[in-house]
């Protein structure tokens, strides 16, 4: 029994003690309010105008971040392309009259 009364007291001890800090920590809070309740409540409002003037440059950005450039191919590459394409057409065909 002797051992519980000791625990007990230590715990008494540890409230105690928690309780002060406690204290301690409410005035600084207190302190710190009335110095920060001098200024505006904290609240920043922001007009229509301006939230959708951020929006439309934000909705910008991401439609710039999202377009690629098109690609485009010149004249003489898609002459190249049709060029090789008939050549692979006539192979097959000849492959197909000689089986």
């Keep these: ?3 519980l009364s000791i625990v007990v007291q230590r715990l008494r ?3 105690e003690r928690v309780q002060k800090e406690a204290q301690r920590i409410d ?3 207190a302190a710190l309010g009335s ?3 001098n200024r ?3 609240q920043h409002t922001m007009s229509a105008a301006a939230r959708r003037k ?3 440059a934000q ?3 991401w439609a710039k971040q999202r377009t690629k450039p098109k690609r485009t191919i010149s004249a003489a590459g898609r002459r190249r392309i049709a060029a090789a394409q008939r050549a692979r057409w006539a192979r097959v065909k ?3 009259k000689a089986a």
């Design 54 to 56: 951020i929006s439309l």
């Design 40 to 42: 505006s409540s904290g």
């Design 1 to 3: 029994m002797g051992n």
């Design 13 to 15: 001890k540890e409230r």
């Design 94 to 96: 000849r492959e197909k």
């Design 35 to 37: 110095v920060t309740s």
């Design 59 to 61: 909705k910008a950005r």
């Design 27 to 29: 005035a600084a809070l």
